[in-house]
T-cell receptor, first 115, second 116 residues
Framework: AQTVTQSQPEMSVQEAETVTLSCTYD???????LFWYKQPPSRQMILVIR??????QNATENRFSVNFQKAAKSFSLKISDSQLGDAAMYFC????????????FGTGTRLTVIP | DTGVSQNPRHKITKRGQNVTFRCDPI?????LYWYRQTLGQGPEFLTY????????KSRLLSDRFSAERPKGSFSTLEIQRTEQGDSAMYLC??????????????FGPGTRLTVL
């Protein structure tokens, strides 16, 4: 079974600073997708960024970027110039290429942004 | 179409009662997923539909749970004889169902179930 591990239950960052959230995963598949989703308090989950395993180039979306290390099965999220609106639960997720293509999620990291 | 919607947003019920939740996906999306999220955990897969066909069910989906997606549009998730352990947030997500680099699951706001 696929497992996704987020070892940081909580993180905090000063506004305008940079923070990195960690994620590791375990899979025997060679082709898959990785995601970071954001879940603000009492609001729905939204996609932050996605990475295809066959691409060596790290994905970037504005202030959000990833460090994808396939051999190490590591997928960290870097948030630059943190804003108050970035405060949320962040979930790392894995999706295979076959079957249901359902997402396997980590337990999440709660990010607090300090003004 | 503004996204995935779910109703009700909150449901409080007594143990042993039946409850039904509804999910309306994004209109052109062929795939619809149900997940369950308990406190302090990430969402866990329950089941999914490709159009009207229910193609896979997780072992988490006990016999008391049933899901339907008539005509491949909205979906319902029913829990019979609810137990306190069923208390959770039930999330619905939809996607185009195409194996492409841009296909993404979009989530609804969830239905929070509390079983007393």
């Amino acid at each position: 079974a696929q497992t996704v591990t987020q070892s940081q239950p909580e993180m905090s960052v000063q506004e305008a600073e940079t923070v990195t959230l960690s994620c590791t995963y375990d899979t025997s598949e060679s082709d898959y997708y990785l995601f970071w989703y954001k879940q603000p308090p009492s609001r729905q989950m939204i996609l932050v960024i996605r990475q295809e395993a066959y691409k060596q180039q790290n994905a970037t979306e504005n202030r959000f970027s990833v460090n994808f290390q396939k051999a190490a099965k590591s997928f960290s999220l870097k948030i630059s110039d943190s804003q108050l609106g970035d405060a949320a639960m962040y979930f790392c997720a894995w999706e295979g290429q076959t079957g249901a293509n359902n997402l396997f999620f980590g337990t999440g990291t709660r990010l607090t942004v300090i003004p | 179409d503004t996204g995935v919607s779910q109703n009700p947003r909150h449901k409080i019920t007594k143990r042993g009662q039946n409850v039904t939740f509804r999910c309306d996906p994004i209109s052109e999306h062929n795939r619809l997923y149900w997940y369950r999220q308990t406190l302090g955990q990430g969402p866990e897969f329950l089941t999914y539909f490709q159009n009207e066909a229910q193609l896979e069910k997780s072992r988490l989906l006990s016999d008391r749970f049933s899901a339907e997606r008539p005509k491949g549009s909205f979906s319902t998730l029913e829990i019979q004889r609810t137990e306190q352990g069923d208390s959770a947030m039930y999330l619905c997500a939809s996607s185009l169902g195409q194996r492409s680099s841009t296909d993404t699951q979009y989530f609804g706001p969830g239905t929070r179930l509390t079983v007393l």
